[in-house]
């Protein structure tokens, strides 16, 4: 409710209306088609999980757990329970109980709400939208390769020219500790330049840190020691093989050694796409791999590498580019008047409809004059106009909308006129 005590929506959650909602469908035909084209299959789970599910894979100190989370207790049985901040963690529990993994790989996606608690701005809000790809069971970087080339192919297809890609290695837990070490000792001789939220997180998760945006701790952070450096040979050949196969492809990267992403879980490959054209929130896509959290999860040593899209920021992208499409015209529009003329119209729309045109007949009691603005407003290529004289001839009126031209046609040849005039 607002101050007014007028019902809304909460806060830094939006309704989709039509005049936008019809980008959102044709964003998801051309992702549905792009991820088939890889052979991902779709997985829908639950927007609520346990709360436990996402302490244990998120980790505990990390922005998202720490304060972004929908936590609360069912009512009914006090269970806590947390609306999805992410869809990482609920797909490896379905995988996981499923047992999906069982001596095979998976690739899914899914589109769906996620819900953190930030502040609301242009591009960040409460209740937003993910396409998550998860591919599952692949140990070598020729997955990781993979998933980098088909978000650049994506960008390909929906016309996105300048979408920077940043890399980096995050190694394994070994190679983390060691830099760990010396990433308390570098703050610990800095620590007037941190703020709270790093003194907090320094001897729980210094890695944290490094992803502040705070702009005043930038400069520091920017000299902490790299985690490449304590990289051992086989995260390196790892990183190494990755990097080759995307030179080789001709994929444009930087190598960002302060990128560490917003989660825990991830090992070795981490990246993110972004552009300048949405302020601070310039991270379109992100992801990277997460071998431990499969573990983590299921008990059981395994591969994954996923990323996640953020659906509301490559709209924001797409409409800054211009690259979002017309809203969908009707082909026909089929005014008349009530009484039997509402049935002969009926079979006609059907008829038409049977053969792929969309077609929107009118059902209220207006002028023929309205009805064409009606159809006007709906862009329709054709109007077919049907009085009581129509129907006892068996003849259509068709009006074409652009030209300013009419002509009567025998219903028996309708089908064939039109098509024979708009395809
Ligand atoms: P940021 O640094 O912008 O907070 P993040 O690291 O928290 O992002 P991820 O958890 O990696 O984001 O989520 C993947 C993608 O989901 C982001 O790159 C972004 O496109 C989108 N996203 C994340 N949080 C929000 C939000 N609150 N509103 C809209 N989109 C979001
Ligand atoms: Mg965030």
């Known amino acids: 409710?607002?101050?007014?005590?007028?019902?809304?929506?909460?806060?830094?959650?939006?309704?989709?209306l039509p005049n936008e909602s019809y980008n959102w469908l044709w964003l998801e035909n051309i992702i549905r088609e792009w991820l088939k084209s890889y052979g991902y299959e779709n997985i829908r789970t639950p927007i609520v999980e346990d709360t436990r599910?996402?302490?244990?894979?998120?980790?505990?100190?990390?922005?998202?757990?720490?304060?972004?989370?929908?936590?609360?207790?069912?009512?009914?049985?006090?269970?806590?329970?947390?609306?999805?901040?992410?869809?990482?963690a609920g797909t490896l529990r379905a995988v996981t109980e499923h047992s999906l993994l069982y001596n095979t790989t998976q690739k899914l996606w899914y589109i769906g709400q996620m819900f953190r608690h930030e502040r609301p701005q242009k591009g960040r809000y409460r209740q937003f939208h993910q396409l998550g790809v998860e591919a599952l069971g692949f140990a070598n970087p020729d997955i990781d390769s993979e998933v980098i080339i088909m978000q650049h192919d994506l960008w390909n297809r929906l016309g996105i020219k300048d979408l920077e890609l940043q890399i980096n290695c995050l190694g394994n837990k070994e190679e983390r500790a060691k830099h760990k070490e010396a990433l308390i000792k570098y703050f610990e001789q800095n620590i007037d330049i941190l703020d709270n939220d790093a003194k907090n997180r320094l001897y729980k998760n210094p890695l944290r840190?490094?992803?502040?945006?705070?702009?005043?701790?930038?400069?520091?952070?920017?000299?902490?020691?790299?985690?490449?450096?304590?990289?051992?040979?086989?995260?390196?050949?790892?990183?190494?093989?990755?990097?080759?196969?995307?030179?080789?492809?001709?994929?444009?990267?930087?190598?960002?050694h302060q990128l560490v992403r917003g989660l825990d879980y991830y090992n070795l490959s981490v990246f993110e796409w972004v552009t300048n054209?949405?302020?601070?929130?310039?991270?379109?896509?992100?992801?990277?791999?997460?071998?431990?959290?499969?573990?983590?999860?299921?008990?059981?040593?395994?591969y994954a590498i996923g990323f996640a899209l953020g659906m509301e920021r490559l709209l924001l992208l797409l409409a800054e580019y211009k690259l979002l499409p017309a809203k969908p015209s009707v082909d026909i529009y089929i005014a008349s008047v009530g009484g039997d003329v509402t049935i002969y119209a009926m079979r006609l729309a059907n008829t038409l409809?049977?053969?792929?045109?969309?077609?929107?007949?009118?059902?209220?009691?207006?002028?023929?004059?309205?009805?064409?603005?009606?159809?006007?407003?709906?862009?329709?290529?054709?109007?077919?106009?049907?009085?009581?004289?129509?129907v006892k001839n068996n003849q259509v009126m068709v009006k074409f909308m652009q030209q300013q031209r009419q002509e009567l046609v025998d219903v028996k040849n309708i089908l064939e006129f039109i098509k024979s005039t708009i395809l």
């Open 1 to 16: 409710m607002n101050n007014k005590g007028k019902l809304t929506a909460v806060k830094g959650m939006n309704d989709i």
């Open 53 to 88: 599910l996402f302490i244990r894979s998120i980790g505990e100190v990390t922005d998202i757990v720490e304060k972004e989370m929908y936590t609360f207790s069912d009512a009914l049985n006090g269970d806590s329970l947390t609306l999805r901040p992410e869809g990482t």
């Open 277 to 302: 054209k949405l302020g601070s929130q310039g991270t379109v896509s992100a992801g990277g791999r997460y071998d431990p959290l499969v573990a983590e999860l299921s008990g059981k040593e395994n």
């Open 353 to 390: 409809r049977a053969n792929g045109f969309t077609v929107v007949q009118n059902f209220v009691n207006i002028s023929f004059k309205a009805q064409l603005k009606k159809a006007d407003n709906l862009f329709a290529a054709i109007t077919l106009i049907i009085g009581e004289n129509e």
């Open 209 to 256: 840190v490094l992803d502040t945006k705070n702009p005043d701790m930038q400069d520091l952070v920017s000299h902490a020691p790299k985690l490449i450096e304590y990289l051992g040979t086989d995260s390196l050949k790892h990183h190494n093989g990755w990097k080759a196969n995307l030179k080789a492809l001709g994929i444009n990267f930087i190598e960002n």
